[in-house]
């Protein structure tokens, strides 16, 4: 089975800065998703990645699938109070399956004011 | 992803009763799916319906856990006989359509604790 793992674990940067979270899949990637989920809430939708090499941004955070389909990373600039919470990156069945996303453990970032 | 509600947002349950947790879909999404978050692990699959239909159960849980999605009303994840290890937060996501490539939204979770 898939497996997604996702690095660094936690983060602590100072407002301001830049920041990148990593996610590196066991297997090639056909999808992949960005969601942001705030302490005891539902996760938001960021970004779905599906073509090697592609790049999408939205406002200060930008996502990338690298060319060989195993690993996104995100990258937040500028960073700001609104953007603590968990990051977490979820892949689709590379079987193409009905089945739902595989989820990595989350990267936890915090931001220093 | 607000259009996906889940209800009660937070359930607190004795050993042994039932828990019923309950989807609305975003409006106009027939595919509907259920995740387990269990403290300190990730977010793992357990279900997805489609209207009156169960797609894929893989990873549910062989007892005491059922899910259904009527053709009219939301969509229901049961969990009898409650023990201490169901404590965790029930996600319900759905979907415009099924399989790859469709943007999944999330709700806001039911969080269920058992004492």
């Known amino acids: 089975s898939q497996e997604l793992e996702q690095s660094p674990q936690s983060l602590i940067v100072q407002e301001g800065k830049n920041l990148t979270i990593n996610c590196t899949s066991s297997k090639t990637l056909y999808g992949l998703y960005w969601y942001k989920q705030k302490y005891g809430e539902g996760l938001i939708f960021l970004m779905m990645?599906?073509?090697?090499?592609e790049e999408k941004s939205h406002e200060k955070i930008t996502a990338k699938l690298d060319e060989k389909k195993q690993q996104s990373s995100l990258h937040i600039t500028a960073s700001q109070p609104s953007h603590a919470g968990i990051y977490l990156c979820g892949a689709d069945d590379p079987g193409g399956g009905a089945d739902g996303l595989t989820f990595g453990k989350g990267t936890h970032l915090i931001i220093q004011p | 992803n607000a259009g996906v509600m889940q209800n009660p947002r937070h359930l607190v349950r004795r050993r042994g009763q039932e828990a019923r947790l309950r989807c609305s879909p975003m409006k106009g999404h027939s595919h509907v799916y259920w995740y387990r978050q269990l403290p300190e692990e990730g977010l793992k699959f357990m279900v997805y319906l489609q209207k009156e239909n169960i797609i894929d159960e893989s990873g549910m849980p062989k007892e005491r856990f059922s899910a259904e999605f009527p053709k009219e009303g939301p969509s229901i994840l049961r969990i009898q006989q409650v023990v201490r290890g169901d404590s965790a937060a029930y996600f319900c996501?759905?979907?415009?359509?099924?399989?790859?490539?469709?943007?999944?939204?999330f709700g806001e979770g039911s969080w269920l604790t058992v004492v």
């Open positions: 990645l599906q073509k090697g090499g």
């Open positions: 996501a759905s979907s415009l359509q099924g399989g790859n490539g469709n943007t999944i939204y």
